[in-house]
């Protein structure tokens, strides 16, 4: 491994101009287009020696196999003993696991359908409380597509400061709202005591049974039934699927009541291609693999601390977070899957936000400051606002601009002037903003966290970073004997008026 990695570490590259001269083949090369999207990784410092030298990484650390154990249900979350079988929710994995799935999904339409009947009366807007996985996912796909369309008003809470469900449920009526829980193990604290008030909420606002309007969607039915949820409203889905790996199952239920059942299968038929794709296509032609060299050169040999992702497009403008979660939960590890130390970075950290706004606040770093940050542009060919098409016109441009003067660079007699340029991006070009299209991006990213995990050999499926946190909570919650540092002592005691 040592020696596949030294490899990579010695390949030469030549600054991105040069790559453009020296090669006249390389945008051919380093495109794909899959489902809609164009990858454009031409605008990196990817060449033919680096790509063999990953190529050599990715046998070493036989990716091939560990994408067939991911397709095929094999145990490769080892760290929790199970297998990670989201893509099964799109149809493509061991036939026991899809027809689960299949199962699954055939009940979760069964309670659409009955809502847009009415059977549990009226229905107007959509309350889903759920956190981490159980929420980004909907948030960003909800907010991405049901601009036009949201058949229900929808509010996707996680956050226990109040605040939030405060300003939510301000514009909803409880006699008209449908109250879905969302959480893969139906005891996460802060979605609890917002479950808690948003009952609170309906029995003051007059809803006779409460508890009769709860949707509850999780991989723990058996806590669910607990909670007072009748058994056919919970939505199970397998506990092999992965909260941040969830949108595709129960756990989408809102988007399937939010944009329509039609709009989740084409969601799921999206993903499935991208998954073909990935199982399918050469290293050299694979978007998830080719991207996932791209990742590793510039955190492993350049030492880039971070990626930036920049939506091109208001309608995308959640992608950031869902992918924050995405790739830092899954990545963001220090051992390696038989639990060495990993030796080298794993994660970068993600952050992004929206084009164009963003060139105005934080791209000076980007161009001039000292650290190099590899861009990613995200954009889609067409807009969906009414107002005069210039606008997106001049969205598409900045995009294009932005990577172009980042490569490019411009020297000037003074340095205050002058732009280093050799500054990386790739460029994801999406046809359109549709069901279909997103479901094959986001089937893209969940499969480049992947590979980048089988190259690093760590396990992007387990979380157990976010545990000691909470023990830590509880223990100030219940105030149990903890021996907290004096200042932590001193906060709890400015806030609550004694140590609790
Ligand atoms: O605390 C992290 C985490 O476990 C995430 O992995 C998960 O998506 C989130 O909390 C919510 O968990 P649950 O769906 O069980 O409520």
Redesign the pocket.
Known sequence: MRDAWANVEKAETQPLSDLFKSDSDRLTKLTIEEAGIRFDFSKTHLNGSLVSAFEALAEARDLAGAREALFSGKQINVTEGRAAEHTAERGQGTPESVARAQGFHARMRALVDAIEAEAFGPIRSILHI?????ALGPKFLIDALGRDEQRYKTAVISNVDGAALEEAIGGFDPQTTLLVI???????SE?MLNAQSALLWMQEGGVADPYGRIVAL?ANPGKAIAFGVDETRVLPFAETV???Y?LWSSLGFPIALALGWEAFEELLEGAATMDRHFRLAPPAANAPVLVAFVDRYYANVRGSETRAVFAYDERLRLLPSYLQ?LEM?SNGKRVTTDGKPVGRATSPIVWGGVGTDAQHAVFQLLHQGTHLVPVEFIAAIEPEHGLAFDHHRQLLINCFAQGAALMAGKQADDPAHSYPGDRPSTTILLDRVDPATLGALLAFYEHRTFVNAVLLGINPFD?FG??FG?EIAKAIDSGDAFDFDPSTRALIERAFGEAE
Do not use: L
């Open positions: 759920g956190i981490g996985g159980s969302a959480s893969k193990t139906f005891t996460t979605t999780t992965g909260g941040r969830s979660q939960e979380q976010v545990e909470k």
